[in-house]
C-alpha cells in the first residue's frame, strides 16, 4: 500500500538514452508518489525520438498501472505476489528495451537515476513534461561527460 510520508522527494526516476546516427531515444520511467495536493500519482513511462529532421519532438507518455490487485494485496507480508504484480507492471518497459535493442539502437552511456518530487508530480497528473526534472537529467549529463549527442555536427 502506498502511504503518503509528508516528503518532499518522491522517489527515484529512471532516465536512459539511446541512439543510433542522426536519431536519439530518449525514456525515462517515474516513481508512484504524491503530488503537492497528497493526490497518488501513478508511475508513468516517458518517451520521445529525436532526430535532425525532428530536434523538438514532444514527449509521450504511458501509466504503468496493472489494478490486478489494486492495493486488496498487503505487499509487504506477499512477497510472491509482489514481485508478479511489479514484473506485470514493468513488462511494457522491458518489452520497449528490447524492441530498441531489436532495432539497431545502441545504449548512450549509462543509465542514470535522478529524483522526483512533489512538484515533478504535480506536472505528471497533468500530462505534462517535468521539465524541473528534465533540467536535472541536463544537469546529471553534463556532470558524467559520458552521453554523446548524435544529433550534433562536428564543426570544422
Avoid: C
Wanted: proline residues 4%; hydrophobic residues 35%; aromatic residues 10%.
Amino acid at each position: 500500500m502506498l502511504e503518503d510520508t509528508g516528503e518532499d522527494v518522491q522517489g527515484v526516476a529512471l532516465y536512459a538514452e539511446w541512439k543510433k546516427p542522426d536519431a536519439l531515444s530518449q525514456i525515462f520511467v517515474t516513481p508512484d508518489g504524491f503530488d503537492t495536493e497528497g493526490a497518488v500519482i501513478r508511475s508513468r513511462i516517458y518517451r520521445r525520438t529525436i532526430s535532425v529532421e525532428h530536434p523538438r519532438k514532444q514527449w509521450r507518455s504511458s501509466t504503468l498501472f496493472n489494478s490486478m490487485y489494486k492495493e486488496e494485496v498487503d505487499f509487504s507480508v506477499h512477497e510472491k505476489a509482489s514481485q508478479r504484480y511489479v514484473g506485470k507492471r514493468i513488462s511494457s518497459v522491458a518489452q520497449l528495451f528490447r524492441r530498441l535493442h531489436a532495432g539497431g539502437w545502441i545504449a548512450n552511456g549509462q543509465p542514470i537515476y535522478v529524483e522526483i518530487s512533489r512538484k515533478d508530480m504535480d506536472d505528471i497528473s497533468k500530462d505534462k513534461s517535468p521539465n524541473k526534472f528534465l533540467y536535472r537529467v541536463d544537469l546529471v549529463k553534463k556532470s558524467k561527460g559520458i552521453f554523446e549527442d548524435p544529433l550534433k555536427k562536428d564543426e570544422e
